[in-house]
């Protein structure tokens, strides 16, 4: 079973920038496609970004397109989701998920998920 571990949330003000990483507890990191999605209380799980296995193919939600980048470090085990430009509606905890055959939006496709990072962007 493969664990996910996100760290570099935080508290950020808007316009700002931050950087998330997901570590991927794995032998075969390579063989997963990769996720960002992020939740707000009361509301559903929603996509942001979406890297393929060799990290040829990224993927991202209207919302962040243009302001948010995705990677992957195959030897690190490690996707990364590069923020910038904040907005205050991008507060929310931002979740890694990882599946080895899904790559796309859906977050029903992706059958490992982390616990998740909070981001606060103040106005």
């Known amino acids: 079973q493969v664990h996910l571990l996100e760290s570099g949330g935080g508290l950020v003000q808007a316009g700002g920038s931050l950087r998330l990483s997901c570590v991927v507890s794995?032998?075969?990191?390579?063989?997963?496609?990769m996720g960002w999605f992020r939740q707000v209380p009361g509301k559903e799980r929603e996509f942001v970004a979406a890297?393929?296995?060799?990290?040829?193919?990224?993927y991202f939600a209207d919302s962040v397109e243009g302001r948010f980048t995705i990677s992957r470090d195959n030897a690190k085990n490690t996707v990364y989701l590069q923020m910038n430009s904040l907005k205050p509606e991008d507060t929310a905890v931002y979740y890694c998920?990882?599946?080895?055959?899904?790559?796309?939006?859906?977050?029903?496709?992706?059958?490992?998920w982390g616990q998740g990072t909070q981001v606060t962007v103040s106005s």
């Open positions: 890297i393929s296995w060799s990290g040829s193919s990224t």
């Open positions: 998920a990882a599946d080895s055959i899904y790559f796309g939006g859906d977050p029903v496709g992706f059958g490992a």
């Open positions: 794995t032998h075969t990191f390579s063989s997963y496609a």
